[in-house]
Nanobody, 124 residues
Framework: VQLQAYGGGSVQPGGSLRLSCAVS????????MGWFRQAPGKEREFVVG????????WYTDSVKGRFTISRDNAKNMIYLQMNSLKPEDTAIYYC??????????????????WGQGTKVTVSS
């Protein structure tokens, strides 16, 4: 199983970015997927998760209404659309895959595989 995250970059506050995560070795519609982030000097934190069925998603409070997770089963990819970005969104973003379909979508320990991370910098 391999995950490759990309799409990060530098944007001004209020800007948008779309992160992508290419998945190989597992079908994204058979596993739970999540995005986490780690800001400098801080622990990795949950951002958003999507259940294998695609019908249920969870967002951490700080990104609700601004970030949207989506999935393309045909391309076997997940995306994170980030709008109205704030400086506090600056972090390395990681996509993650949970083969066990855990109900604990927000816990990093639930995930078996991780991408390499893509850096997002929000600054004026």
């Amino acid at each position: 199983v391999q995950l490759q995250a990309y799409g990060g970059g530098s944007v001004q506050p209020g800007g948008s970015l779309r992160l992508s995560c290419a998945v190989s070795g597992r079908a994204v519609n058979r596993v739970n997927m999540g995005w986490f982030r780690q800001a400098p000097g801080k622990e990795r934190e949950f951002v958003v998760g999507i259940r294998w069925s695609g019908s249920i998603t969870w967002y951490t409070d700080s990104v609700k209404g601004r970030f949207t997770i989506s999935r393309d089963n045909a391309k076997n990819m997940i995306y994170l659309q980030m709008n109205s970005l704030k400086p506090e969104d600056t972090a390395i973003y990681y996509c993650a895959l949970d083969t066990g379909r855990s109900v604990a979508v927000g816990l990093a320990q639930s995930y078996d595989y991780w991408g390499q991370g893509t850096k997002v910098t929000v600054s004026s």
